[in-house]
T-cell receptor, first 110, second 113 residues
Framework: GIQVEQSPPDLILQEGANSTLRCNFS?????LQWFHQNPWGQLINLFY???GTKQNGRLSATTVATERYSLLYISSSQTTDSGVYFC????????????FGTGTRLQVTL | NAGVTQTPKFQVLKTGQSMTLQCAQD?????MSWYRQDPGMGLRLIHY???????DQGEVPNGYNVSRSTTEDFPLRLLSAAPSQTSVYFC????????????FGSGTRLTVV
């Protein structure tokens, strides 16, 4: 069935380290978003990236739609990067309905 | 203030009570959705709407009703609350999901005792 899988499920980093989060999806998509859920529960929209590459400061994302995966890169991590990162996709023909992965929980320590 | 506004932020209900979670957006977005998030999980779609007067079910619609009488508002109704509906509820909106993606509200934390 339709699936969105994220890896790793948990990640602990020291401040200043880099990391790569992965999202695999089971079918073609025309909507893909990365979110950061902070410790207060707010969902922050990081990227809308159904294909291609985007960068915003220390964060960047790449989606290779033909190979059905997306990557989120965090460079020079900071403690404020802690939280859960979700990938959400809208599969082709159902772009109005997002399917979320189970997330990657990131903890950045001093 | 542009964005998606959810009220209330917190609510405690007794089993069997009814209530409506409010969601409003001032961006003239046609697409609106309701999701629930249970501990340690991603969000799951409850109901969605592609315009005023048009709604459809998502992945977990049982126990919830919606209506869309205006573009701005998309209320979620619990007719008879159950402990299994204890969750955090998020509302989202978009003008064109396949071009701009969705914007999410700040959530409503609901506890049913």
């Amino acid at each position: 069935g339709i699936q969105v899988e994220q890896s790793p499920p948990d990640l602990i980093l020291q401040e200043g380290a880099n990391s790569t989060l992965r999202c695999n999806f089971s079918d073609s998509v025309n909507n893909l978003q990365w979110f950061h859920q902070n410790p207060w529960g707010q969902l922050i929209n990081l990227f809308y990236i159904p294909s291609g590459t985007k960068q915003n400061g220390r964060l960047s994302a790449t989606t290779v739609a033909t190979e059905r995966y997306s990557l989120l890169y965090i460079s020079s991590s900071q403690t404020t990067d802690s939280g859960v990162y979700f990938c959400a996709v809208g599969f082709t023909g159902t772009a109005s309905k997002l399917t979320f992965g189970t997330g990657t929980r990131l903890q950045v320590t001093l | 203030n542009a964005g998606v506004t959810q009220t209330p932020k917190f609510q405690v209900l007794k089993t069997g009570q009814s209530m409506t979670l409010q969601c409003a957006q001032d961006m003239n977005h046609e697409y609106m959705s309701w999701y629930r998030q249970d501990p340690g999980m991603g969000l799951r779609l409850i109901h969605y709407s592609v315009g005023a007067g048009i709604t459809d079910q998502g992945e977990v619609p049982n126990g919830y009703n919606v209506s869309r009488s205006t573009t701005e508002d998309f209320p979620l109704r619990l007719l008879s609350a159950a402990p299994s509906q204890t969750s955090v509820y998020f509302c989202a909106s978009s003008s064109m999901p396949e071009i701009y993606g969705y914007t999410f509200g700040s959530g409503t934390r609901l506890t049913v005792v």
